[in-house]
């Protein structure tokens, strides 16, 4: 198993982002770059154990090998330099090149993203 870490993004606090960009006129943010990230950098066990005390069951993490990844994606239609392309996208995750969290959303939106364990609360019913 690989530990690594990464940030999800709530889809609706990068729709907030966005809105306050197009809203909040303000000159310094003219040509300049934002990254979006969520709040918390999580493992993928994080993750698990975190949908697993909100749904009351165990759920495992398992972490495919890139070889398994890729016939995964070749199994289910993909063409091959898409599959290839995946699994080199999701090797930046493993060697946690996305591991890390940018102030962007708070400086745009004057708050805090929405944490997994909180989205997850207003999603679970559709998981159970």
Known sequence: ???TQSTGMNLADAA???LALL???DASWDNRPFVITGPELLSSAEVA???SKSLGKE???VSPTAEEQ???FLS???PEWQATGAVELLDLFKNNQAAFISPDFQTLTGKQGTKLADWFETVKPAFQ
Request: glycine share 10%.
């Open 16 to 18: 907030d982002a966005a």
């Open 1 to 3: 198993v690989v530990s």
């Open 23 to 25: 809203l909040k006129r």
């Open 76 to 78: 289910a239609g993909w």
């Open 70 to 72: 890729k016939a995964g």
């Open 59 to 61: 759920i495992k993490f």
């Open 49 to 51: 154990a975190i949908l």
